[in-house]
């Protein structure tokens, strides 16, 4: 059983993790407005990976008793300067979950919530997975600045990248089913 608290932090990130999502569904019409598929193409793939978050969260809380109540998505921003301008936020945005997340581990270790600590180490591994991406990414798109060929073929690059669902956790972990 959850306590209130750590039910009410569960909660607050299940709209973070769909916020998220709404701001990566925005960020990819921008880039669909700039003729840009393959980054609106990445974007899509993240905000997939955000639901799939949220639905995890989603899960575990109903699994151990606690209510999920949804809250307010706060509207996201819609305008950007350029690509690198975008993928700045995202940064920025992935190192504030990343925060978020190891809040929620603080919490699960002070309550002592042995079961909520190893559900959320899945995160705290996604989130590093998550910072390097965007890295990458504000890295590539920072060398090259003023040159039109590499914005192009980072846009077919970009096109590539796929949601694929994370296997189950007894798969995932390493873990074997009764």
Do not use: C
Not at 110 to 128: C, I, N, P, R, S
Not at 141 to 163: E, I, N
Request: hydrophobic share 40%.
């Amino acid at each position: 059983m959850l306590s209130k608290r750590m039910e009410t932090a569960l909660n607050d990130q299940i709209n973070a993790e769909i916020y998220s999502s709404y701001l990566y569904w925005s960020m990819a019409a921008y880039f669909e407005s700039e003729g840009l598929p393959g980054f609106a193409n990445w974007m899509d793939v993240q905000r997939q990976e955000e639901e799939f978050h949220a639905l995890k969260f989603y899960a575990y809380v109903n699994s151990r008793g606690g209510r999920v109540l949804m809250k307010p998505i706060a509207g996201p921003p819609t305008e950007w300067d350029s690509p690198l301008a975008v993928f700045e936020a995202v940064l920025a945005h992935e190192q504030k979950v990343t925060g978020l997340i190891n809040d929620l581990m603080t919490l699960a270790m002070e309550e002592k919530d042995h079961a909520t600590a190893a559900m959320l180490q899945w995160f705290v591994t996604e989130q590093v997975e998550e910072e390097e991406n965007a890295t990458k990414i504000v890295q590539q798109l920072k060398r090259m600045q003023d040159t039109p060929g590499g914005l192009y073929m980072l846009d077919q690059q970009l096109a590539q990248r796929v949601f694929v669902q994370p296997a189950a956790e007894s798969e995932s972990t390493g873990g074997s089913e009764a």
